[in-house]
Antibody, heavy 116, light 108 residues
């Protein structure tokens, strides 16, 4: 069955770089797009960006200067890197599979706290 | 960016009641790219309705969606206790993909 699982540090210092990994199973990264979506505590959802099945990327312009999404198809992993973290980046980070630009499968999410 | 104005922000309904949530977009969206999610407390969002009106796998028939252009709606025909959640609309028509601010459904 389709599964996505995020992993990474729960605590990051302000101004440092966040690195998260999404490990997928049950589908191929060369057949589906994978997006990252985040949710600050008690707030709504924000699409961050995606890596397409062909390997190209799209980013939310609000984050583009700080964000990089890549993949390792041999490991079925999608990687997120975001630099210059601020306390406002404290959130649950989800990876999701895309279909018709909807998000049909989600990981459980990883809570990232940015400490000043 | 396309802004999605979702209303109401909260609903308190009785079991068996019909509830409707609206989602108005700041620009026209293809109906293929308007989707709805359910997020129960402490859980990740779950796709409920995709492409305006298609129920995702396993979603009960009491959930439905409709709309076109800039105006969309999501309906639960007879609310059940298990439907307590926050519901979000989302557009995948143009980058950046955006979500509505959410509607929190509670049961009386």
């Amino acid at each position: 069955q389709v599964q996505l699982k995020e992993s990474g540090p729960g605590l990051v210092q302000a101004s440092e770089t966040l690195s998260l990994t999404c490990t997928v199973s049950g589908f191929s990264l060369t057949s589906y797009h994978v997006s990252w979506v985040r949710q600050p505590p008690g707030k709504g959802l924000e699409w961050m960006g995606r890596i397409r099945s062909g390997g190209s990327t799209d980013y939310n312009s609000a984050l583009k200067s700080r964000l990089s999404i890549s993949r390792d198809t041999s490991k079925s992993q999608v990687l997120l890197k975001m630099n210059s973290l601020q306390t406002e980046d404290t959130a649950i980070y989800y990876c999701t599979r895309s279909a018709y630009n909807s998000f049909d499968y989600w990981g459980q999410g990883v809570m990232v706290t940015v400490s000043s | 960016a396309i802004v999605l104005n979702q209303s109401p922000s909260s609903i308190i309904a009785s079991q068996g009641e019909k509830v409707t949530i609206t989602c108005r977009a700041s620009s026209s969206i293809s109906s293929n790219y308007l989707h709805w999610y359910q997020q129960k407390p402490g859980a990740f969002p779950k796709l409920v309705i995709y492409s305006t009106s298609y129920r995702a796998s396993g979603v009960p028939s009491r959930f439905s969606g409709s709309g076109s252009g800039t105006s969309y709606s999501f309906t639960i025909s007879r609310v059940e206790a298990e439907d307590v959640a926050t519901y979000y609309c989302q557009q995948g028509s143009s980058n950046p993909f955006t979500f509505g601010s959410g509607t929190k459904l509670e049961i009386k």
